[in-house]
């Protein structure tokens, strides 16, 4: 009886969510309301307000959610209302879970080697991923998890070049909250042409370290 349809705006620290409803029945709906909950850092800004849709008629509800760290978010929603003129309970939608992605908040950074060790013994948050791909290039490999991850490669060029069958790069993001993120990959490329290896990924908070490895267990696979 009810098509939904979220358009998320994504913008720094706030996400904006237009939800649009159809009424696709010749009822009159009656304290029709978009009610969301979170799971993440994300935090609500406004009540949900009641509304009355006609038969056949459209609204836009608009939602603003205040993003407050580095970590994958989601939101849940159901529009609930009830049917003018009827004593039936209310009716809930439940709509699809909306995943807030890491990588919009996540920008490739750089700093010096002292800056990076001292960091990588510092922090307490450690997340190690392993290699599962169909990859069977090294640096191709390298490069996918950087563009997966956001991140940018503090090992130089030089150091990677040549084909010995093994290479270590060490890799560095900071996120919209001047959040340090920090990856070591250490791979190589076996007699049968498969890449075997880890990526260990440092944070200071929990949230990045789960959500980027996270981000490369489902994005590493490559063609």
Same mark, same amino acid.
């Given at each position: 009886?009810?098509?939904?349809?979220?358009?998320?705006?994504?913008?720094?620290?706030? @996400?904006?969510?237009?939800?649009?409803? @159809?009424?696709?029945?010749?009822?009159t709906l009656q304290n029709l309301s978009l009610e969301l909950s979170t799971?993440?850092?994300?935090k609500l800004l406004e009540r949900p307000q009641n509304y009355t849709l006609?038969?056949?008629?459209?609204?836009? @509800?608009?939602?603003?959610?205040?993003?407050?760290s580095t970590e994958t978010g989601i939101i849940f929603g159901s529009i609930?209302?009830?049917?003018?003129?009827?004593?039936?309970?209310?009716?809930?939608?439940?709509?699809?879970?909306?995943?807030?992605?890491?990588?919009?908040?996540?920008?490739?950074?750089?700093?010096?080697? $002292?800056?990076?060790?001292?960091?990588?013994?510092?922090?307490?948050?450690?997340?190690?991923?392993?290699?599962?791909?169909?990859? $069977?290039?090294?640096?191709?490999?390298?490069?996918?998890?950087?563009?997966? $991850?956001?991140?940018?490669?503090?090992?130089?060029?030089?150091?990677?070049?040549?084909?010995?069958?093994?290479?270590?790069?060490?890799?560095?993001?900071?996120?919209?909250?001047?959040?340090?993120?920090?990856?070591?990959?250490?791979?190589?490329?076996?007699?049968?042409?498969?890449?075997?290896?880890?990526?260990?990924?440092?944070?200071?908070?929990?949230?990045?370290?789960?959500?980027?490895?996270?981000? @490369?267990?489902?994005?590493?696979?490559?063609?």
């Amino acid at each position: 009886p009810i098509y939904a349809e979220a358009y998320v705006n994504v913008h720094q620290y706030d @996400i904006l969510l237009d939800v649009t409803v @159809i009424n696709q029945t010749a009822d009159t709906l009656q304290n029709l309301s978009l009610e969301l909950s979170t799971l993440g850092d994300l935090k609500l800004l406004e009540r949900p307000q009641n509304y009355t849709l006609g038969a056949y008629a459209k609204r836009n @509800i608009k939602a603003n959610i205040k993003v407050s760290s580095t970590e994958t978010g989601i939101i849940f929603g159901s529009i609930v209302y009830d049917i003018a003129g009827t004593s039936a309970t209310e009716k809930i939608v439940q709509l699809n879970e909306i995943h807030i992605d890491i990588i919009d908040y996540i920008s490739p950074a750089t700093t010096d080697d $002292t800056s990076f060790r001292r960091m990588w013994a510092e922090f307490e948050w450690e997340n190690k991923v392993s290699v599962n791909t169909n990859i $069977t290039s090294l640096q191709e490999y390298l490069d996918n998890i950087m563009k997966v $991850t956001n991140m940018a490669c503090l090992t130089p060029i030089s150091s990677l070049e040549g084909e010995c069958g093994f290479l270590s790069a060490n890799l560095y993001a900071k996120s919209a909250f001047d959040e340090d993120a920090l990856a070591n990959v250490s791979i190589e490329l076996t007699s049968t042409g498969k890449i075997v290896g880890f990526i260990r990924i440092r944070s200071k908070t929990q949230g990045i370290a789960i959500s980027l490895g996270e981000k @490369i267990t489902q994005k590493q696979k490559g063609g």
